[in-house]
């Protein structure tokens, strides 16, 4: 009775906005409520897409917002910065005769309505699964471990979250710049998760300030899951790559984030940004915001069909003047006699016929193609990997498979040390947030099997 008293009142609400209402009503009759699901089946998720959708037509905005969270932890989040254009929408049937049903607008105003109406019970684990309640320590607060954090409460367990930096969300707060992920979002989701009970304590790092040793044997924590992110940027491994002003994604993001610059921004005014996904936009987008710079070019080897950031980022990246120079190979970084950048060496690639392990066209460099581009800083975006591992632990004795990673079961993601369960992005690889908040959830469900037989 509660949940339909709450339903009138966001629809009383939705009178005042009725065009909105009516734009977003429209879109959702659109959909077909197909039975084979073909817009889930590509959610990383595996979000109940027909059933929130049906949950809209009959204007139950709640019951379309709680369907989305049996699978997403973060609806506002996901609706945001998915590549929706390859992930649901790609599937959907009505693409193949005009435009797909736009499910991200959809979630986005489920989700926008529970921010700006949510109502207290919501934010309160639905029920509790567990059959024990135990403690819980999540290491990291990326996606993969709040998503983590939020199953295991949901579960009814006690769940510490410890962040080394000092803001929360991990790559969501420092690599995803406020023009694609406003802070204000990212703040509600969290702060969701503290009203459910999850303490957080950032400037907190596991391996120095606190062993994982302590956490269990003296602050009493029954399981701990390290999610750890892949803050190391990979190199292009070319000439010219370690003079001043090249600066990776990461540092650049990071610095940018807190209000400073890894770049001698009085003397910059053309920047490459080196790369061909979202980031790489968001990283081109960002640079040329700062002061004094005139151009940025956005330098990709594919063509931009292959580009893995999405129409609309492309679109807008443009619109807003990042210059894009596509199938282009940067060979050579040209310094000055005191070091200083003053151009790169390029040359143009041409695509093949042949897919690549990527799904991808391959391509090729063509042959006496090389050409130059005046710039002053290069900005690298060509990927990041799993960072040594950070949280060493004398009195623990954790198995590192050959590739110095820390060993686990591949399905249980359990570590030779039976309380410590090992995840996010160093065993994904960089991935997309959907896909890492779909793994932290995956891990809640092993953590709390776990600690039902213990
Ligand atoms: Fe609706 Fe498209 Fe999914 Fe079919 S594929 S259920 S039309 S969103």
Known sequence: MQKSYKNNIINDELEINSNKCRNILSEA???????????????????DIPSFISAIKEQKFF??????????????????????????????????????????????????????????????????????????AVIGSGPAGLSCAYYLKKYGHAVS?????????????????????????????????????????TNVNVGSDVYLYDLIKIKGFDAIFLSLGTWKARRLDIYGEDSRNVVNFVDFLISYHKGKSVLDKKSINNIAVVGGGSV?????????????????????RRSINEMLASENEITVAKSEGVKFQMLTNVKKIVTNSVGTISKILCSKNELTN??????????????????????????????????????QDPYFKMIYDKN???????????????EIFFGGDMILGPSTAAAAMAHGKKVAENINNYLNTT
């Open 63 to 136: 019951d379309a917002y709680n369907r989305i969270c049996e699978k997403s932890p973060f609806p506002a989040i996901c609706s945001k910065i998915c590549p929706q254009n390859k992930q649901c929408e790609s599937g959907c049937v009505r693409k193949n005769k005009g435009s797909s049903v736009q499910i991200s607008k959809l979630e986005s105003f489920v989700a926008s309505i529970y921010d700006n109406l949510g109502v207290k019970e919501n934010n309160k684990p639905t029920k509790i699964i567990s059959a024990k309640i135990k403690k819980v």
């Open 161 to 201: 979250i410890f962040e080394k930096l000092a803001k929360v969300g991990g790559m969501l707060n420092y690599g995803i710049p406020e023009s694609r992920l406003s802070k204000d979002i990212l703040k509600n989701e969290i702060k969701k998760i503290q009203k459910m009970g999850v303490s957080i304590y």
């Open 29 to 47: 009759k659109r959909c077909l409520n197909c039975a084979t699901k073909p817009c889930s089946l590509k959610c990383p998720l595996d979000i």
């Open 280 to 300: 790489a936009i968001d990283v081109a987008r960002l640079a040329l915001t700062l002061k004094n710079v005139k151009n940025v070019y956005l330098i990709y």
């Open 404 to 418: 110095g990673k820390i060993q686990t079961n591949e399905k249980s993601q359990c570590t030779n040390v039976p």
């Open 354 to 391: 042949k897919l690549d392990s990527s799904k991808r066209f391959s391509f090729k460099e063509i042959i006496k193609s090389d050409f130059e581009i005046n710039v002053d800083a290069v900005i690298t975006c060509v990927g990041s990997a799993a960072s040594e591992f950070p949280v």
